[in-house]
Each structure stands twice: as C-alpha cells, then as structure tokens.
C-alpha cells in the first residue's frame, strides 16, 4: 500500500454524483475538490491524495497528472509518512528530470512557480498546485492532510 498525489478532471458518476477521475484507482482517498452552491464543481480540477496496491492502472490513465512523477517512496504508507517526506523534502532534492516535468506541467496549467527556488518544499509545491487549480488563494493544506 502506497500514498499518491493525482490531478485529474472530476467525472459525474451518477447524476449531480461528481468524483476525481483518480478516485477509481484508489482504494481509498480524499480530495480537494472546490464545488459550487449547486454541487457541481467549481473547477476543472480536482487534487486528489489517495491509496492503492497497484498504480499501473492510473500510470497508464493519460488524462490524469502525477505531479511528483512517481518519486514519491513506496515506503510512504501514511499521511503522517506524507506529510513528512512533502515538509521535508525540497526541489533540489528531486532529480532535475522531475523538476523539470513539474515546472512544464505547471506552465500548461497557468500555475506560476517562477517565484519558487531550489529550496522551495514539496509541501510548498502541493500548495500552490491546489491553490491555483481550485481557484482558491486561501487555500492551505491544513484541510487537505
């Protein structure tokens, strides 16, 4: 059992039911997901943090994002293991390939990190991600893990 970190769209499950695409290849999860009065989602993106065995389905999945590029350890089990491994561990400490890939994903997705150095956190980084993808710039992970 391992810990990820997905962008994907939200998908209607059933009518007015909205998921994050990444919840079906999750055994379980939990997500940042802004909605409207009305319920329906209030952004074309959804952050969710969720659990599996097996990740092959949602590697293979290409609408959805894996933001750290698959680094994170299979050894991080817990969202405390998470919490941790993102607080402690800065850009500078991953390889420049997925640094690089995350700074290209983030300029298609209009999220800035031109302001974020080598010492920015991955911690720093999550929240930028879903401060700008839900639309909200009070947005803080406290509510998220």
């Given at each position: 059992?391992?810990i990820?970190?997905?962008?994907?769209?939200?998908?209607?499950?059933?009518?007015?039911?909205?998921?994050?695409l990444?919840e079906?290849?999750?055994?379980?999860s939990v997500?940042?997901?802004?909605?409207?009065?009305?319920?329906t989602?209030?952004?074309?993106?959804v952050?969710?943090?969720?659990?599996?065995?097996?990740?092959?389905g949602?590697?293979?999945?290409?609408?959805?994002f894996?933001?750290?590029?698959?680094?994170l350890p299979?050894?991080?089990?817990?969202?405390?293991?998470?919490?941790?491994y993102?607080?402690?561990?800065r850009?500078?400490?991953?390889?420049?390939?997925?640094?690089?890939?995350?700074?290209?994903?983030a300029?298609?997705?209009s999220?800035?990190?031109d302001?974020?150095?080598?010492?920015?956190?991955?911690?720093e980084?999550?929240?930028?991600i879903?401060?700008?993808?839900?639309?909200?710039?009070?947005?803080?992970?406290?509510?998220?893990?």
């Amino acid at each position: 059992m391992s810990i990820r970190i997905w962008i994907s769209p939200p998908v209607e499950r059933a009518p007015n039911v909205w998921m994050s695409l990444a919840e079906q290849y999750c055994r379980r999860s939990v997500n940042w997901f802004p909605t409207g009065p009305n319920g329906t989602p209030a952004s074309s993106w959804v952050v969710t943090m969720g659990e599996s065995d097996d990740w092959s389905g949602a590697d293979a999945d290409g609408v959805m994002f894996d933001p750290f590029n698959n680094i994170l350890p299979l050894s991080i089990d817990t969202v405390n293991a998470l919490r941790t491994y993102l607080h402690n561990t800065r850009l500078t400490d991953v390889p420049a390939s997925v640094e690089a890939r995350l700074r290209g994903k983030a300029t298609q997705l209009s999220i800035p990190m031109d302001d974020m150095s080598s010492m920015t956190t991955l911690a720093e980084v999550l929240e930028r991600i879903v401060m700008t993808l839900t639309g909200s710039r009070n947005a803080s992970l406290q509510g998220f893990f």
